[in-house]
């Protein structure tokens, strides 16, 4: 990271702000007003629609690995996806992916 | 009378929101973990994790600041990603909303995924509580939840700081965000939404300041939304 750390406090507070007024928008200013269903209906995947946008270049071009595909990573991503789509669990996954990254670069040295 | 039964409203909270401390520690944890590890301080961390309070907002944010992109790309990443939010304070809205303000920005502030999902079904299956013991109850699941979060994180960037690189925690972060995605891929409504997002951040990955994430969050939105709405013509949406 090349931020310096006024900048870094100035984007904490930034989407600390933005953060607060998504949550304060409805509870504290709109009020009692019932949402448009097309719009709840888009609301409802903001995570799914971000997250996996987010982890697909990591996961396949890892800067570690200088942008090269690697077998371990790959490995581990897919062992904790896998997991927490049978399990329903935060916790397995994540267990399940970084138990899989070890073991992977312990296994290929 | 109406604080004795307030009070047993936050304790009834509590209780139920005890559980989610199993879900908060870790979690946070691994912020903590991960935020040390791209270079944040520990006071950087802590104040990251009070003042913004939302998990999956947080490392996304940390992850474009790692990549340096600029602050206005950090800030659409967070608010993209929190989006959701907006629709739980919609849904809390006619049960809090007439409570003081003071109270209403204090249970916004702490607006989570568990506190808004339990407390919305507890004041469907219970209409004769009163606002000030649904503000009650809803303040006491926050209160397990947010000494575990800061903990959690305290906890997570210390330990960071001892764990040497080639333990590869470069990889922490994007199994995070797998370790969300697995157990929300509820239905194929969400699944077209991640599938679309997927394929979209890596075509447009050429594009500069992750815009690319941007276009593909859009997309797989409208995907997700369409999707129900196929599913619900026929009849298949529950």
Not at chain 1, 7 to 27: C, H, N, P, Q, Y
Not at chain 2, 113 to 129: C, G, I, W
Request: neutral net charge.
């Amino acid at each position: 990271m090349e931020m310096t750390s006024s900048e870094i406090w100035l984007t904490i507070f930034l989407v600390g702000i933005a953060t607060f007024a998504v949550r304060f928008s409805f509870i504290g200013i709109i009020g009692d007003r019932e949402l448009p269903e097309w719009i709840l209906r888009h609301l409802r995947y903001t995570p799914v629609a971000v997250l996996p946008g987010l982890v697909a270049p990591l996961v396949l071009w890892p800067a570690a690995t200088q942008g090269q595909t690697d077998p371990a990573r790959l490995a581990a991503a897919c062992m904790a996806f896998v997991v927490g789509y049978f399990s329903k669990s935060f916790i397995w996954s994540a267990a399940a992916g970084i138990g899989t990254l070890f073991l992977m670069l312990w296994l290929l040295g | 009378m109406t604080s004795t039964s307030s009070k047993s409203h936050f304790l009834r909270g509590l209780r139920i929101g005890l559980p989610f401390i199993l879900v908060a520690g870790p979690f946070s944890l691994l912020f903590g973990v991960v935020a040390t590890e791209a270079g944040l301080n520990l006071l950087e961390v802590m104040g990251f994790t009070s003042i913004v309070i939302a998990g999956a907002a947080q490392f996304a944010a940390l992850q474009q600041m790692t990549e340096n992109a600029p602050v206005i790309v950090i800030l659409a990443t967070a608010l993209a990603v929190n989006l959701r939010m907006a629709m739980y304070s919609a849904a809390l809205a006619p049960h809090i909303g007439g409570a003081p303000l003071w109270q209403r920005a204090l249970a916004s502030f702490f607006l989570f995924d568990q506190n808004y999902a339990v407390s919305v079904l507890e004041f469907e299956k219970r209409p004769e509580m009163t606002p000030e013991q649904k503000i009650a109850f809803y303040g006491g699941i926050s209160c397990a939840i947010v000494p575990a979060w800061i903990t959690g994180t305290y906890v997570g960037a210390v330990v960071g700081t001892a764990i040497p690189p080639e333990y590869a925690l470069d990889f922490a972060l994007p199994i995070t965000f797998l370790s969300m995605i697995g157990p929300a891929m509820r239905t194929p409504a969400h699944m077209g939404a991640a599938f679309v997002s997927v394929l979209a951040a890596l075509t447009f990955a050429f594009l500069p300041f992750n815009l690319g994430l941007m276009i593909a969050a859009i997309l797989a939105m409208m995907t997700g939304a369409q999707i129900e709405l196929w599913l619900i013509a026929r009849g298949k949406w529950s």
